[in-house]
């Protein structure tokens, strides 16, 4: 499964972002989706995740901010992002667990993307 995201960019503070990711590929079923970011100089953290039946997570400092969504027909994944703070400023990546029916057994696997960036100006 190849995941791309897009919808990154330059906003001020207070503004909002609607980030996308597709995912495509073949023979595949995927279970849960996760939106992770990287700011500069820092680890990867998770930011929130989906379930294919839409239950959704979110870390404790962008709930209420933060809304991860999905369209299973279409193999989307959308992370809106409201009230945008300076601090919200990395890389956001998207990442899918996936079934691939083509493998024995029906293997489980984790894709990612390459990242969109995000950047919030004080």
């Known amino acids: 499964v190849q995941l791309v995201e897009s919808g990154g960019g330059l906003v001020q503070a207070g503004g909002s972002l609607r980030l996308s990711c597709a995912a495509s590929g073949s023979m595949f079923s995927i279970n849960t989706m996760d939106w992770y970011r990287q700011a500069p100089g820092k680890q990867r953290e998770w930011v929130a995740d989906?379930?294919?039946?839409?239950?959704?997570n979110y870390e404790d400092s962008v709930k209420g901010r933060f809304t991860i969504s999905r369209d299973n027909a279409k193999n989307m994944v959308y992370l809106q992002i409201n009230s945008l703070k300076p601090e919200d400023t990395a890389v956001y990546y998207c990442?899918?667990?996936?079934?691939?029916?083509?493998?024995?057994?029906?293997?489980?696997?984790?894709?990612w993307g390459q990242g969109t960036q995000v950047t919030v100006s004080s």
């Open positions: 990442s899918a667990d996936y079934v691939d029916y083509s493998t024995i057994g029906h293997r489980n696997f984790r894709s």
């Open positions: 989906i379930t294919s039946g839409g239950k959704t």
